[in-house]
């Protein structure tokens, strides 16, 4: 799927052994309703994965039907939420996110095909608790858009920072100057960044 990304930023020698260890981008965009996306991104907020998976699987069991409709949500009392396992600020964002959702400031997944990316980023940030991450996050693993590079990502800073063995992650600004370069596939740049932050959870620190 990603052919042309890898090629691309082989060229680079920041990426070319990098590349040669993780293999092809395992990259897979999941198709569904930016509502949902956004709920979903909401959920992974400041927590890890397994436990935001917990919640979102807590608030599914609320719906018979599958992922709650923003009606849904909004009939719901807070209290059900905060049972799922969120936050009372996670609470406000779900029930902005679903209200927007019901006015249609939040596109359908067809509609939201038909926008470019920065709209789309500047659309989203007007609801309670969706920053520039979220909408990237949507515009990545929902949208499959292949030129984003979440320059606020903790993950993606420390990737680049242990590439180049730095001893400080770069500032989000510079690290857009530098990924400039990686055009039009930042956003597999940003998954194999992600692998090298990864990779190095993974050594063990010898022994003393």
């Known amino acids: 799927m990603w052919d042309k990304a890898e090629k691309a930023l082989r060229r680079d020698p920041l990426f070319r052994p990098l590349l040669k260890r993780i293999g092809p981008c395992a990259l897979l965009p999941e198709p569904r309703e930016p509502y949902e996306a956004l709920v979903s991104a909401i959920a992974h907020q400041q927590v890890h994965g397994n436990a935001a998976r917990a919640v979102l699987g807590r608030l599914r069991g609320l719906h018979p039907g599958g992922f709650p409709p923003p009606r849904v949500v909004l009939d719901l009392p807070p209290e059900a939420l905060r049972g799922c396992g969120f936050s009372m600020s996670k609470v406000a964002a779900i029930r902005d996110i679903a209200e927007k959702a019901q006015g249609g400031l939040v596109p359908t997944l067809e509609e939201a095909a038909t926008l470019e990316d920065e709209a789309l980023v500047q659309r989203l940030v007007a609801i309670r608790g969706v920053g520039r991450w979220t909408v990237e996050m949507l515009l990545i693993f929902t949208l499959g858009r292949p030129d984003i590079l979440p320059v606020d990502d903790f ?53 003393p």
């Not at 400039?180 to 190095?200: C, G, I, K, N, Q």
């Open 155 to 207: 993950g993606v800073r420390e990737g680049f920072r242990i590439l180049t063995k730095a001893e400080a992650q770069p500032k989000p600004r510079e690290l857009a100057t530098i990924g400039a370069a990686w055009a039009p596939w930042r956003s597999v740049a940003a998954w194999y960044l992600w692998r090298a932050a990864d990779e190095h959870k993974k050594v063990k620190p010898p022994a």
